[in-house]
């Protein structure tokens, strides 16, 4: 068996690994415009995933037995609110409806089956959303700032200040999890089963969310 410490941060490889060159959300090479349209699909898109994500961990807390994983669950969800809000906000402000936008199956099916993983093993659920989905959430969010830069700076300044901070926080959490709860060969492998599925789950959706984005819908 590895020291989990040690196990976290091969899984981390792993991941990173995963992903090398597979976000699709958005393309550097675009035209100014382009990328400004990207950005404003995500935008919609972060609103849907906010608002998911406050009603998976309301889902998730009252089966976490852990205490110091479920108050820092609380957190979280404190922090998936305010993102939402923050977002919709911007959006009403760039003269956009918020709430018009319709989620792809895809993404339905990624939240529905992680509301629905609230029976399963805490150090699972870490592994899937915090672990996995969040650390790829800060990698989209870097690139995200660094690609409004210049054609709406005051949308990367609020991914700046507001929203990647938390959800560097929110990756940390599932650090924090494994390394208290991965502790023998057996919950290892269960893990490292639960990043691979959430990976390829999470690519499915980026995929999808691609050519949404690309028709200009």
């Excluded at 309301?58 to 479920?70: D, G, L, M, S, V």
């Excluded at 899937?128 to 660094?146: K, N, V, W, Y």
């Excluded at 893990?191 to 999470?202: H, K, T």
Aim: glycine share 4%; proline share 6%; charged share 35%.
């Amino acid at each position: 068996m590895s020291d989990p410490r040690e196990f976290v941060r091969t899984l981390a490889d792993e991941n990173a690994a995963f992903w090398k060159g597979r976000d699709v959300r958005l393309d550097p090479a675009a035209p100014p415009a382009r990328r400004l349209q990207q950005i404003r699909y995500r935008m919609r898109q972060g609103v849907y995933n906010e608002l998911r994500s406050v009603e998976l961990l309301a889902a998730w807390i009252p089966y976490t037995p852990e205490r110091e994983i479920r108050e820092l669950l609380a957190g979280q969800l404190d922090d998936e609110h305010r993102h939402w809000r923050l977002l919709r906000q911007r959006l009403l402000a760039l003269g956009e409806d918020p709430d018009a936008y319709r989620a792809l199956p895809e993404w339905e099916a990624l939240f529905d089956w992680l509301v629905a993983a609230r029976a399963r093993p805490t150090l699972e659920r870490l592994a899937m959303f915090q672990f996995t989905g969040e650390t790829q959430s800060c990698e989209g969010f870097e690139t995200l700032i660094a690609l409004a830069r210049d054609v709406d700076p005051e949308t990367a300044d609020l991914y700046a200040r507001e929203i990647l901070p938390d959800e560097y926080r929110h990756a940390a959490i599932g650090h924090r999890g494994l390394y208290l709860l991965a502790d023998t060969p057996e919950r290892q492998e269960r893990v490292r089963a639960g990043c691979r599925e959430m990976n390829e789950r999470i690519l499915a959706a980026y995929r999808a969310h691609r050519t949404r984005a690309d028709r200009g819908d």
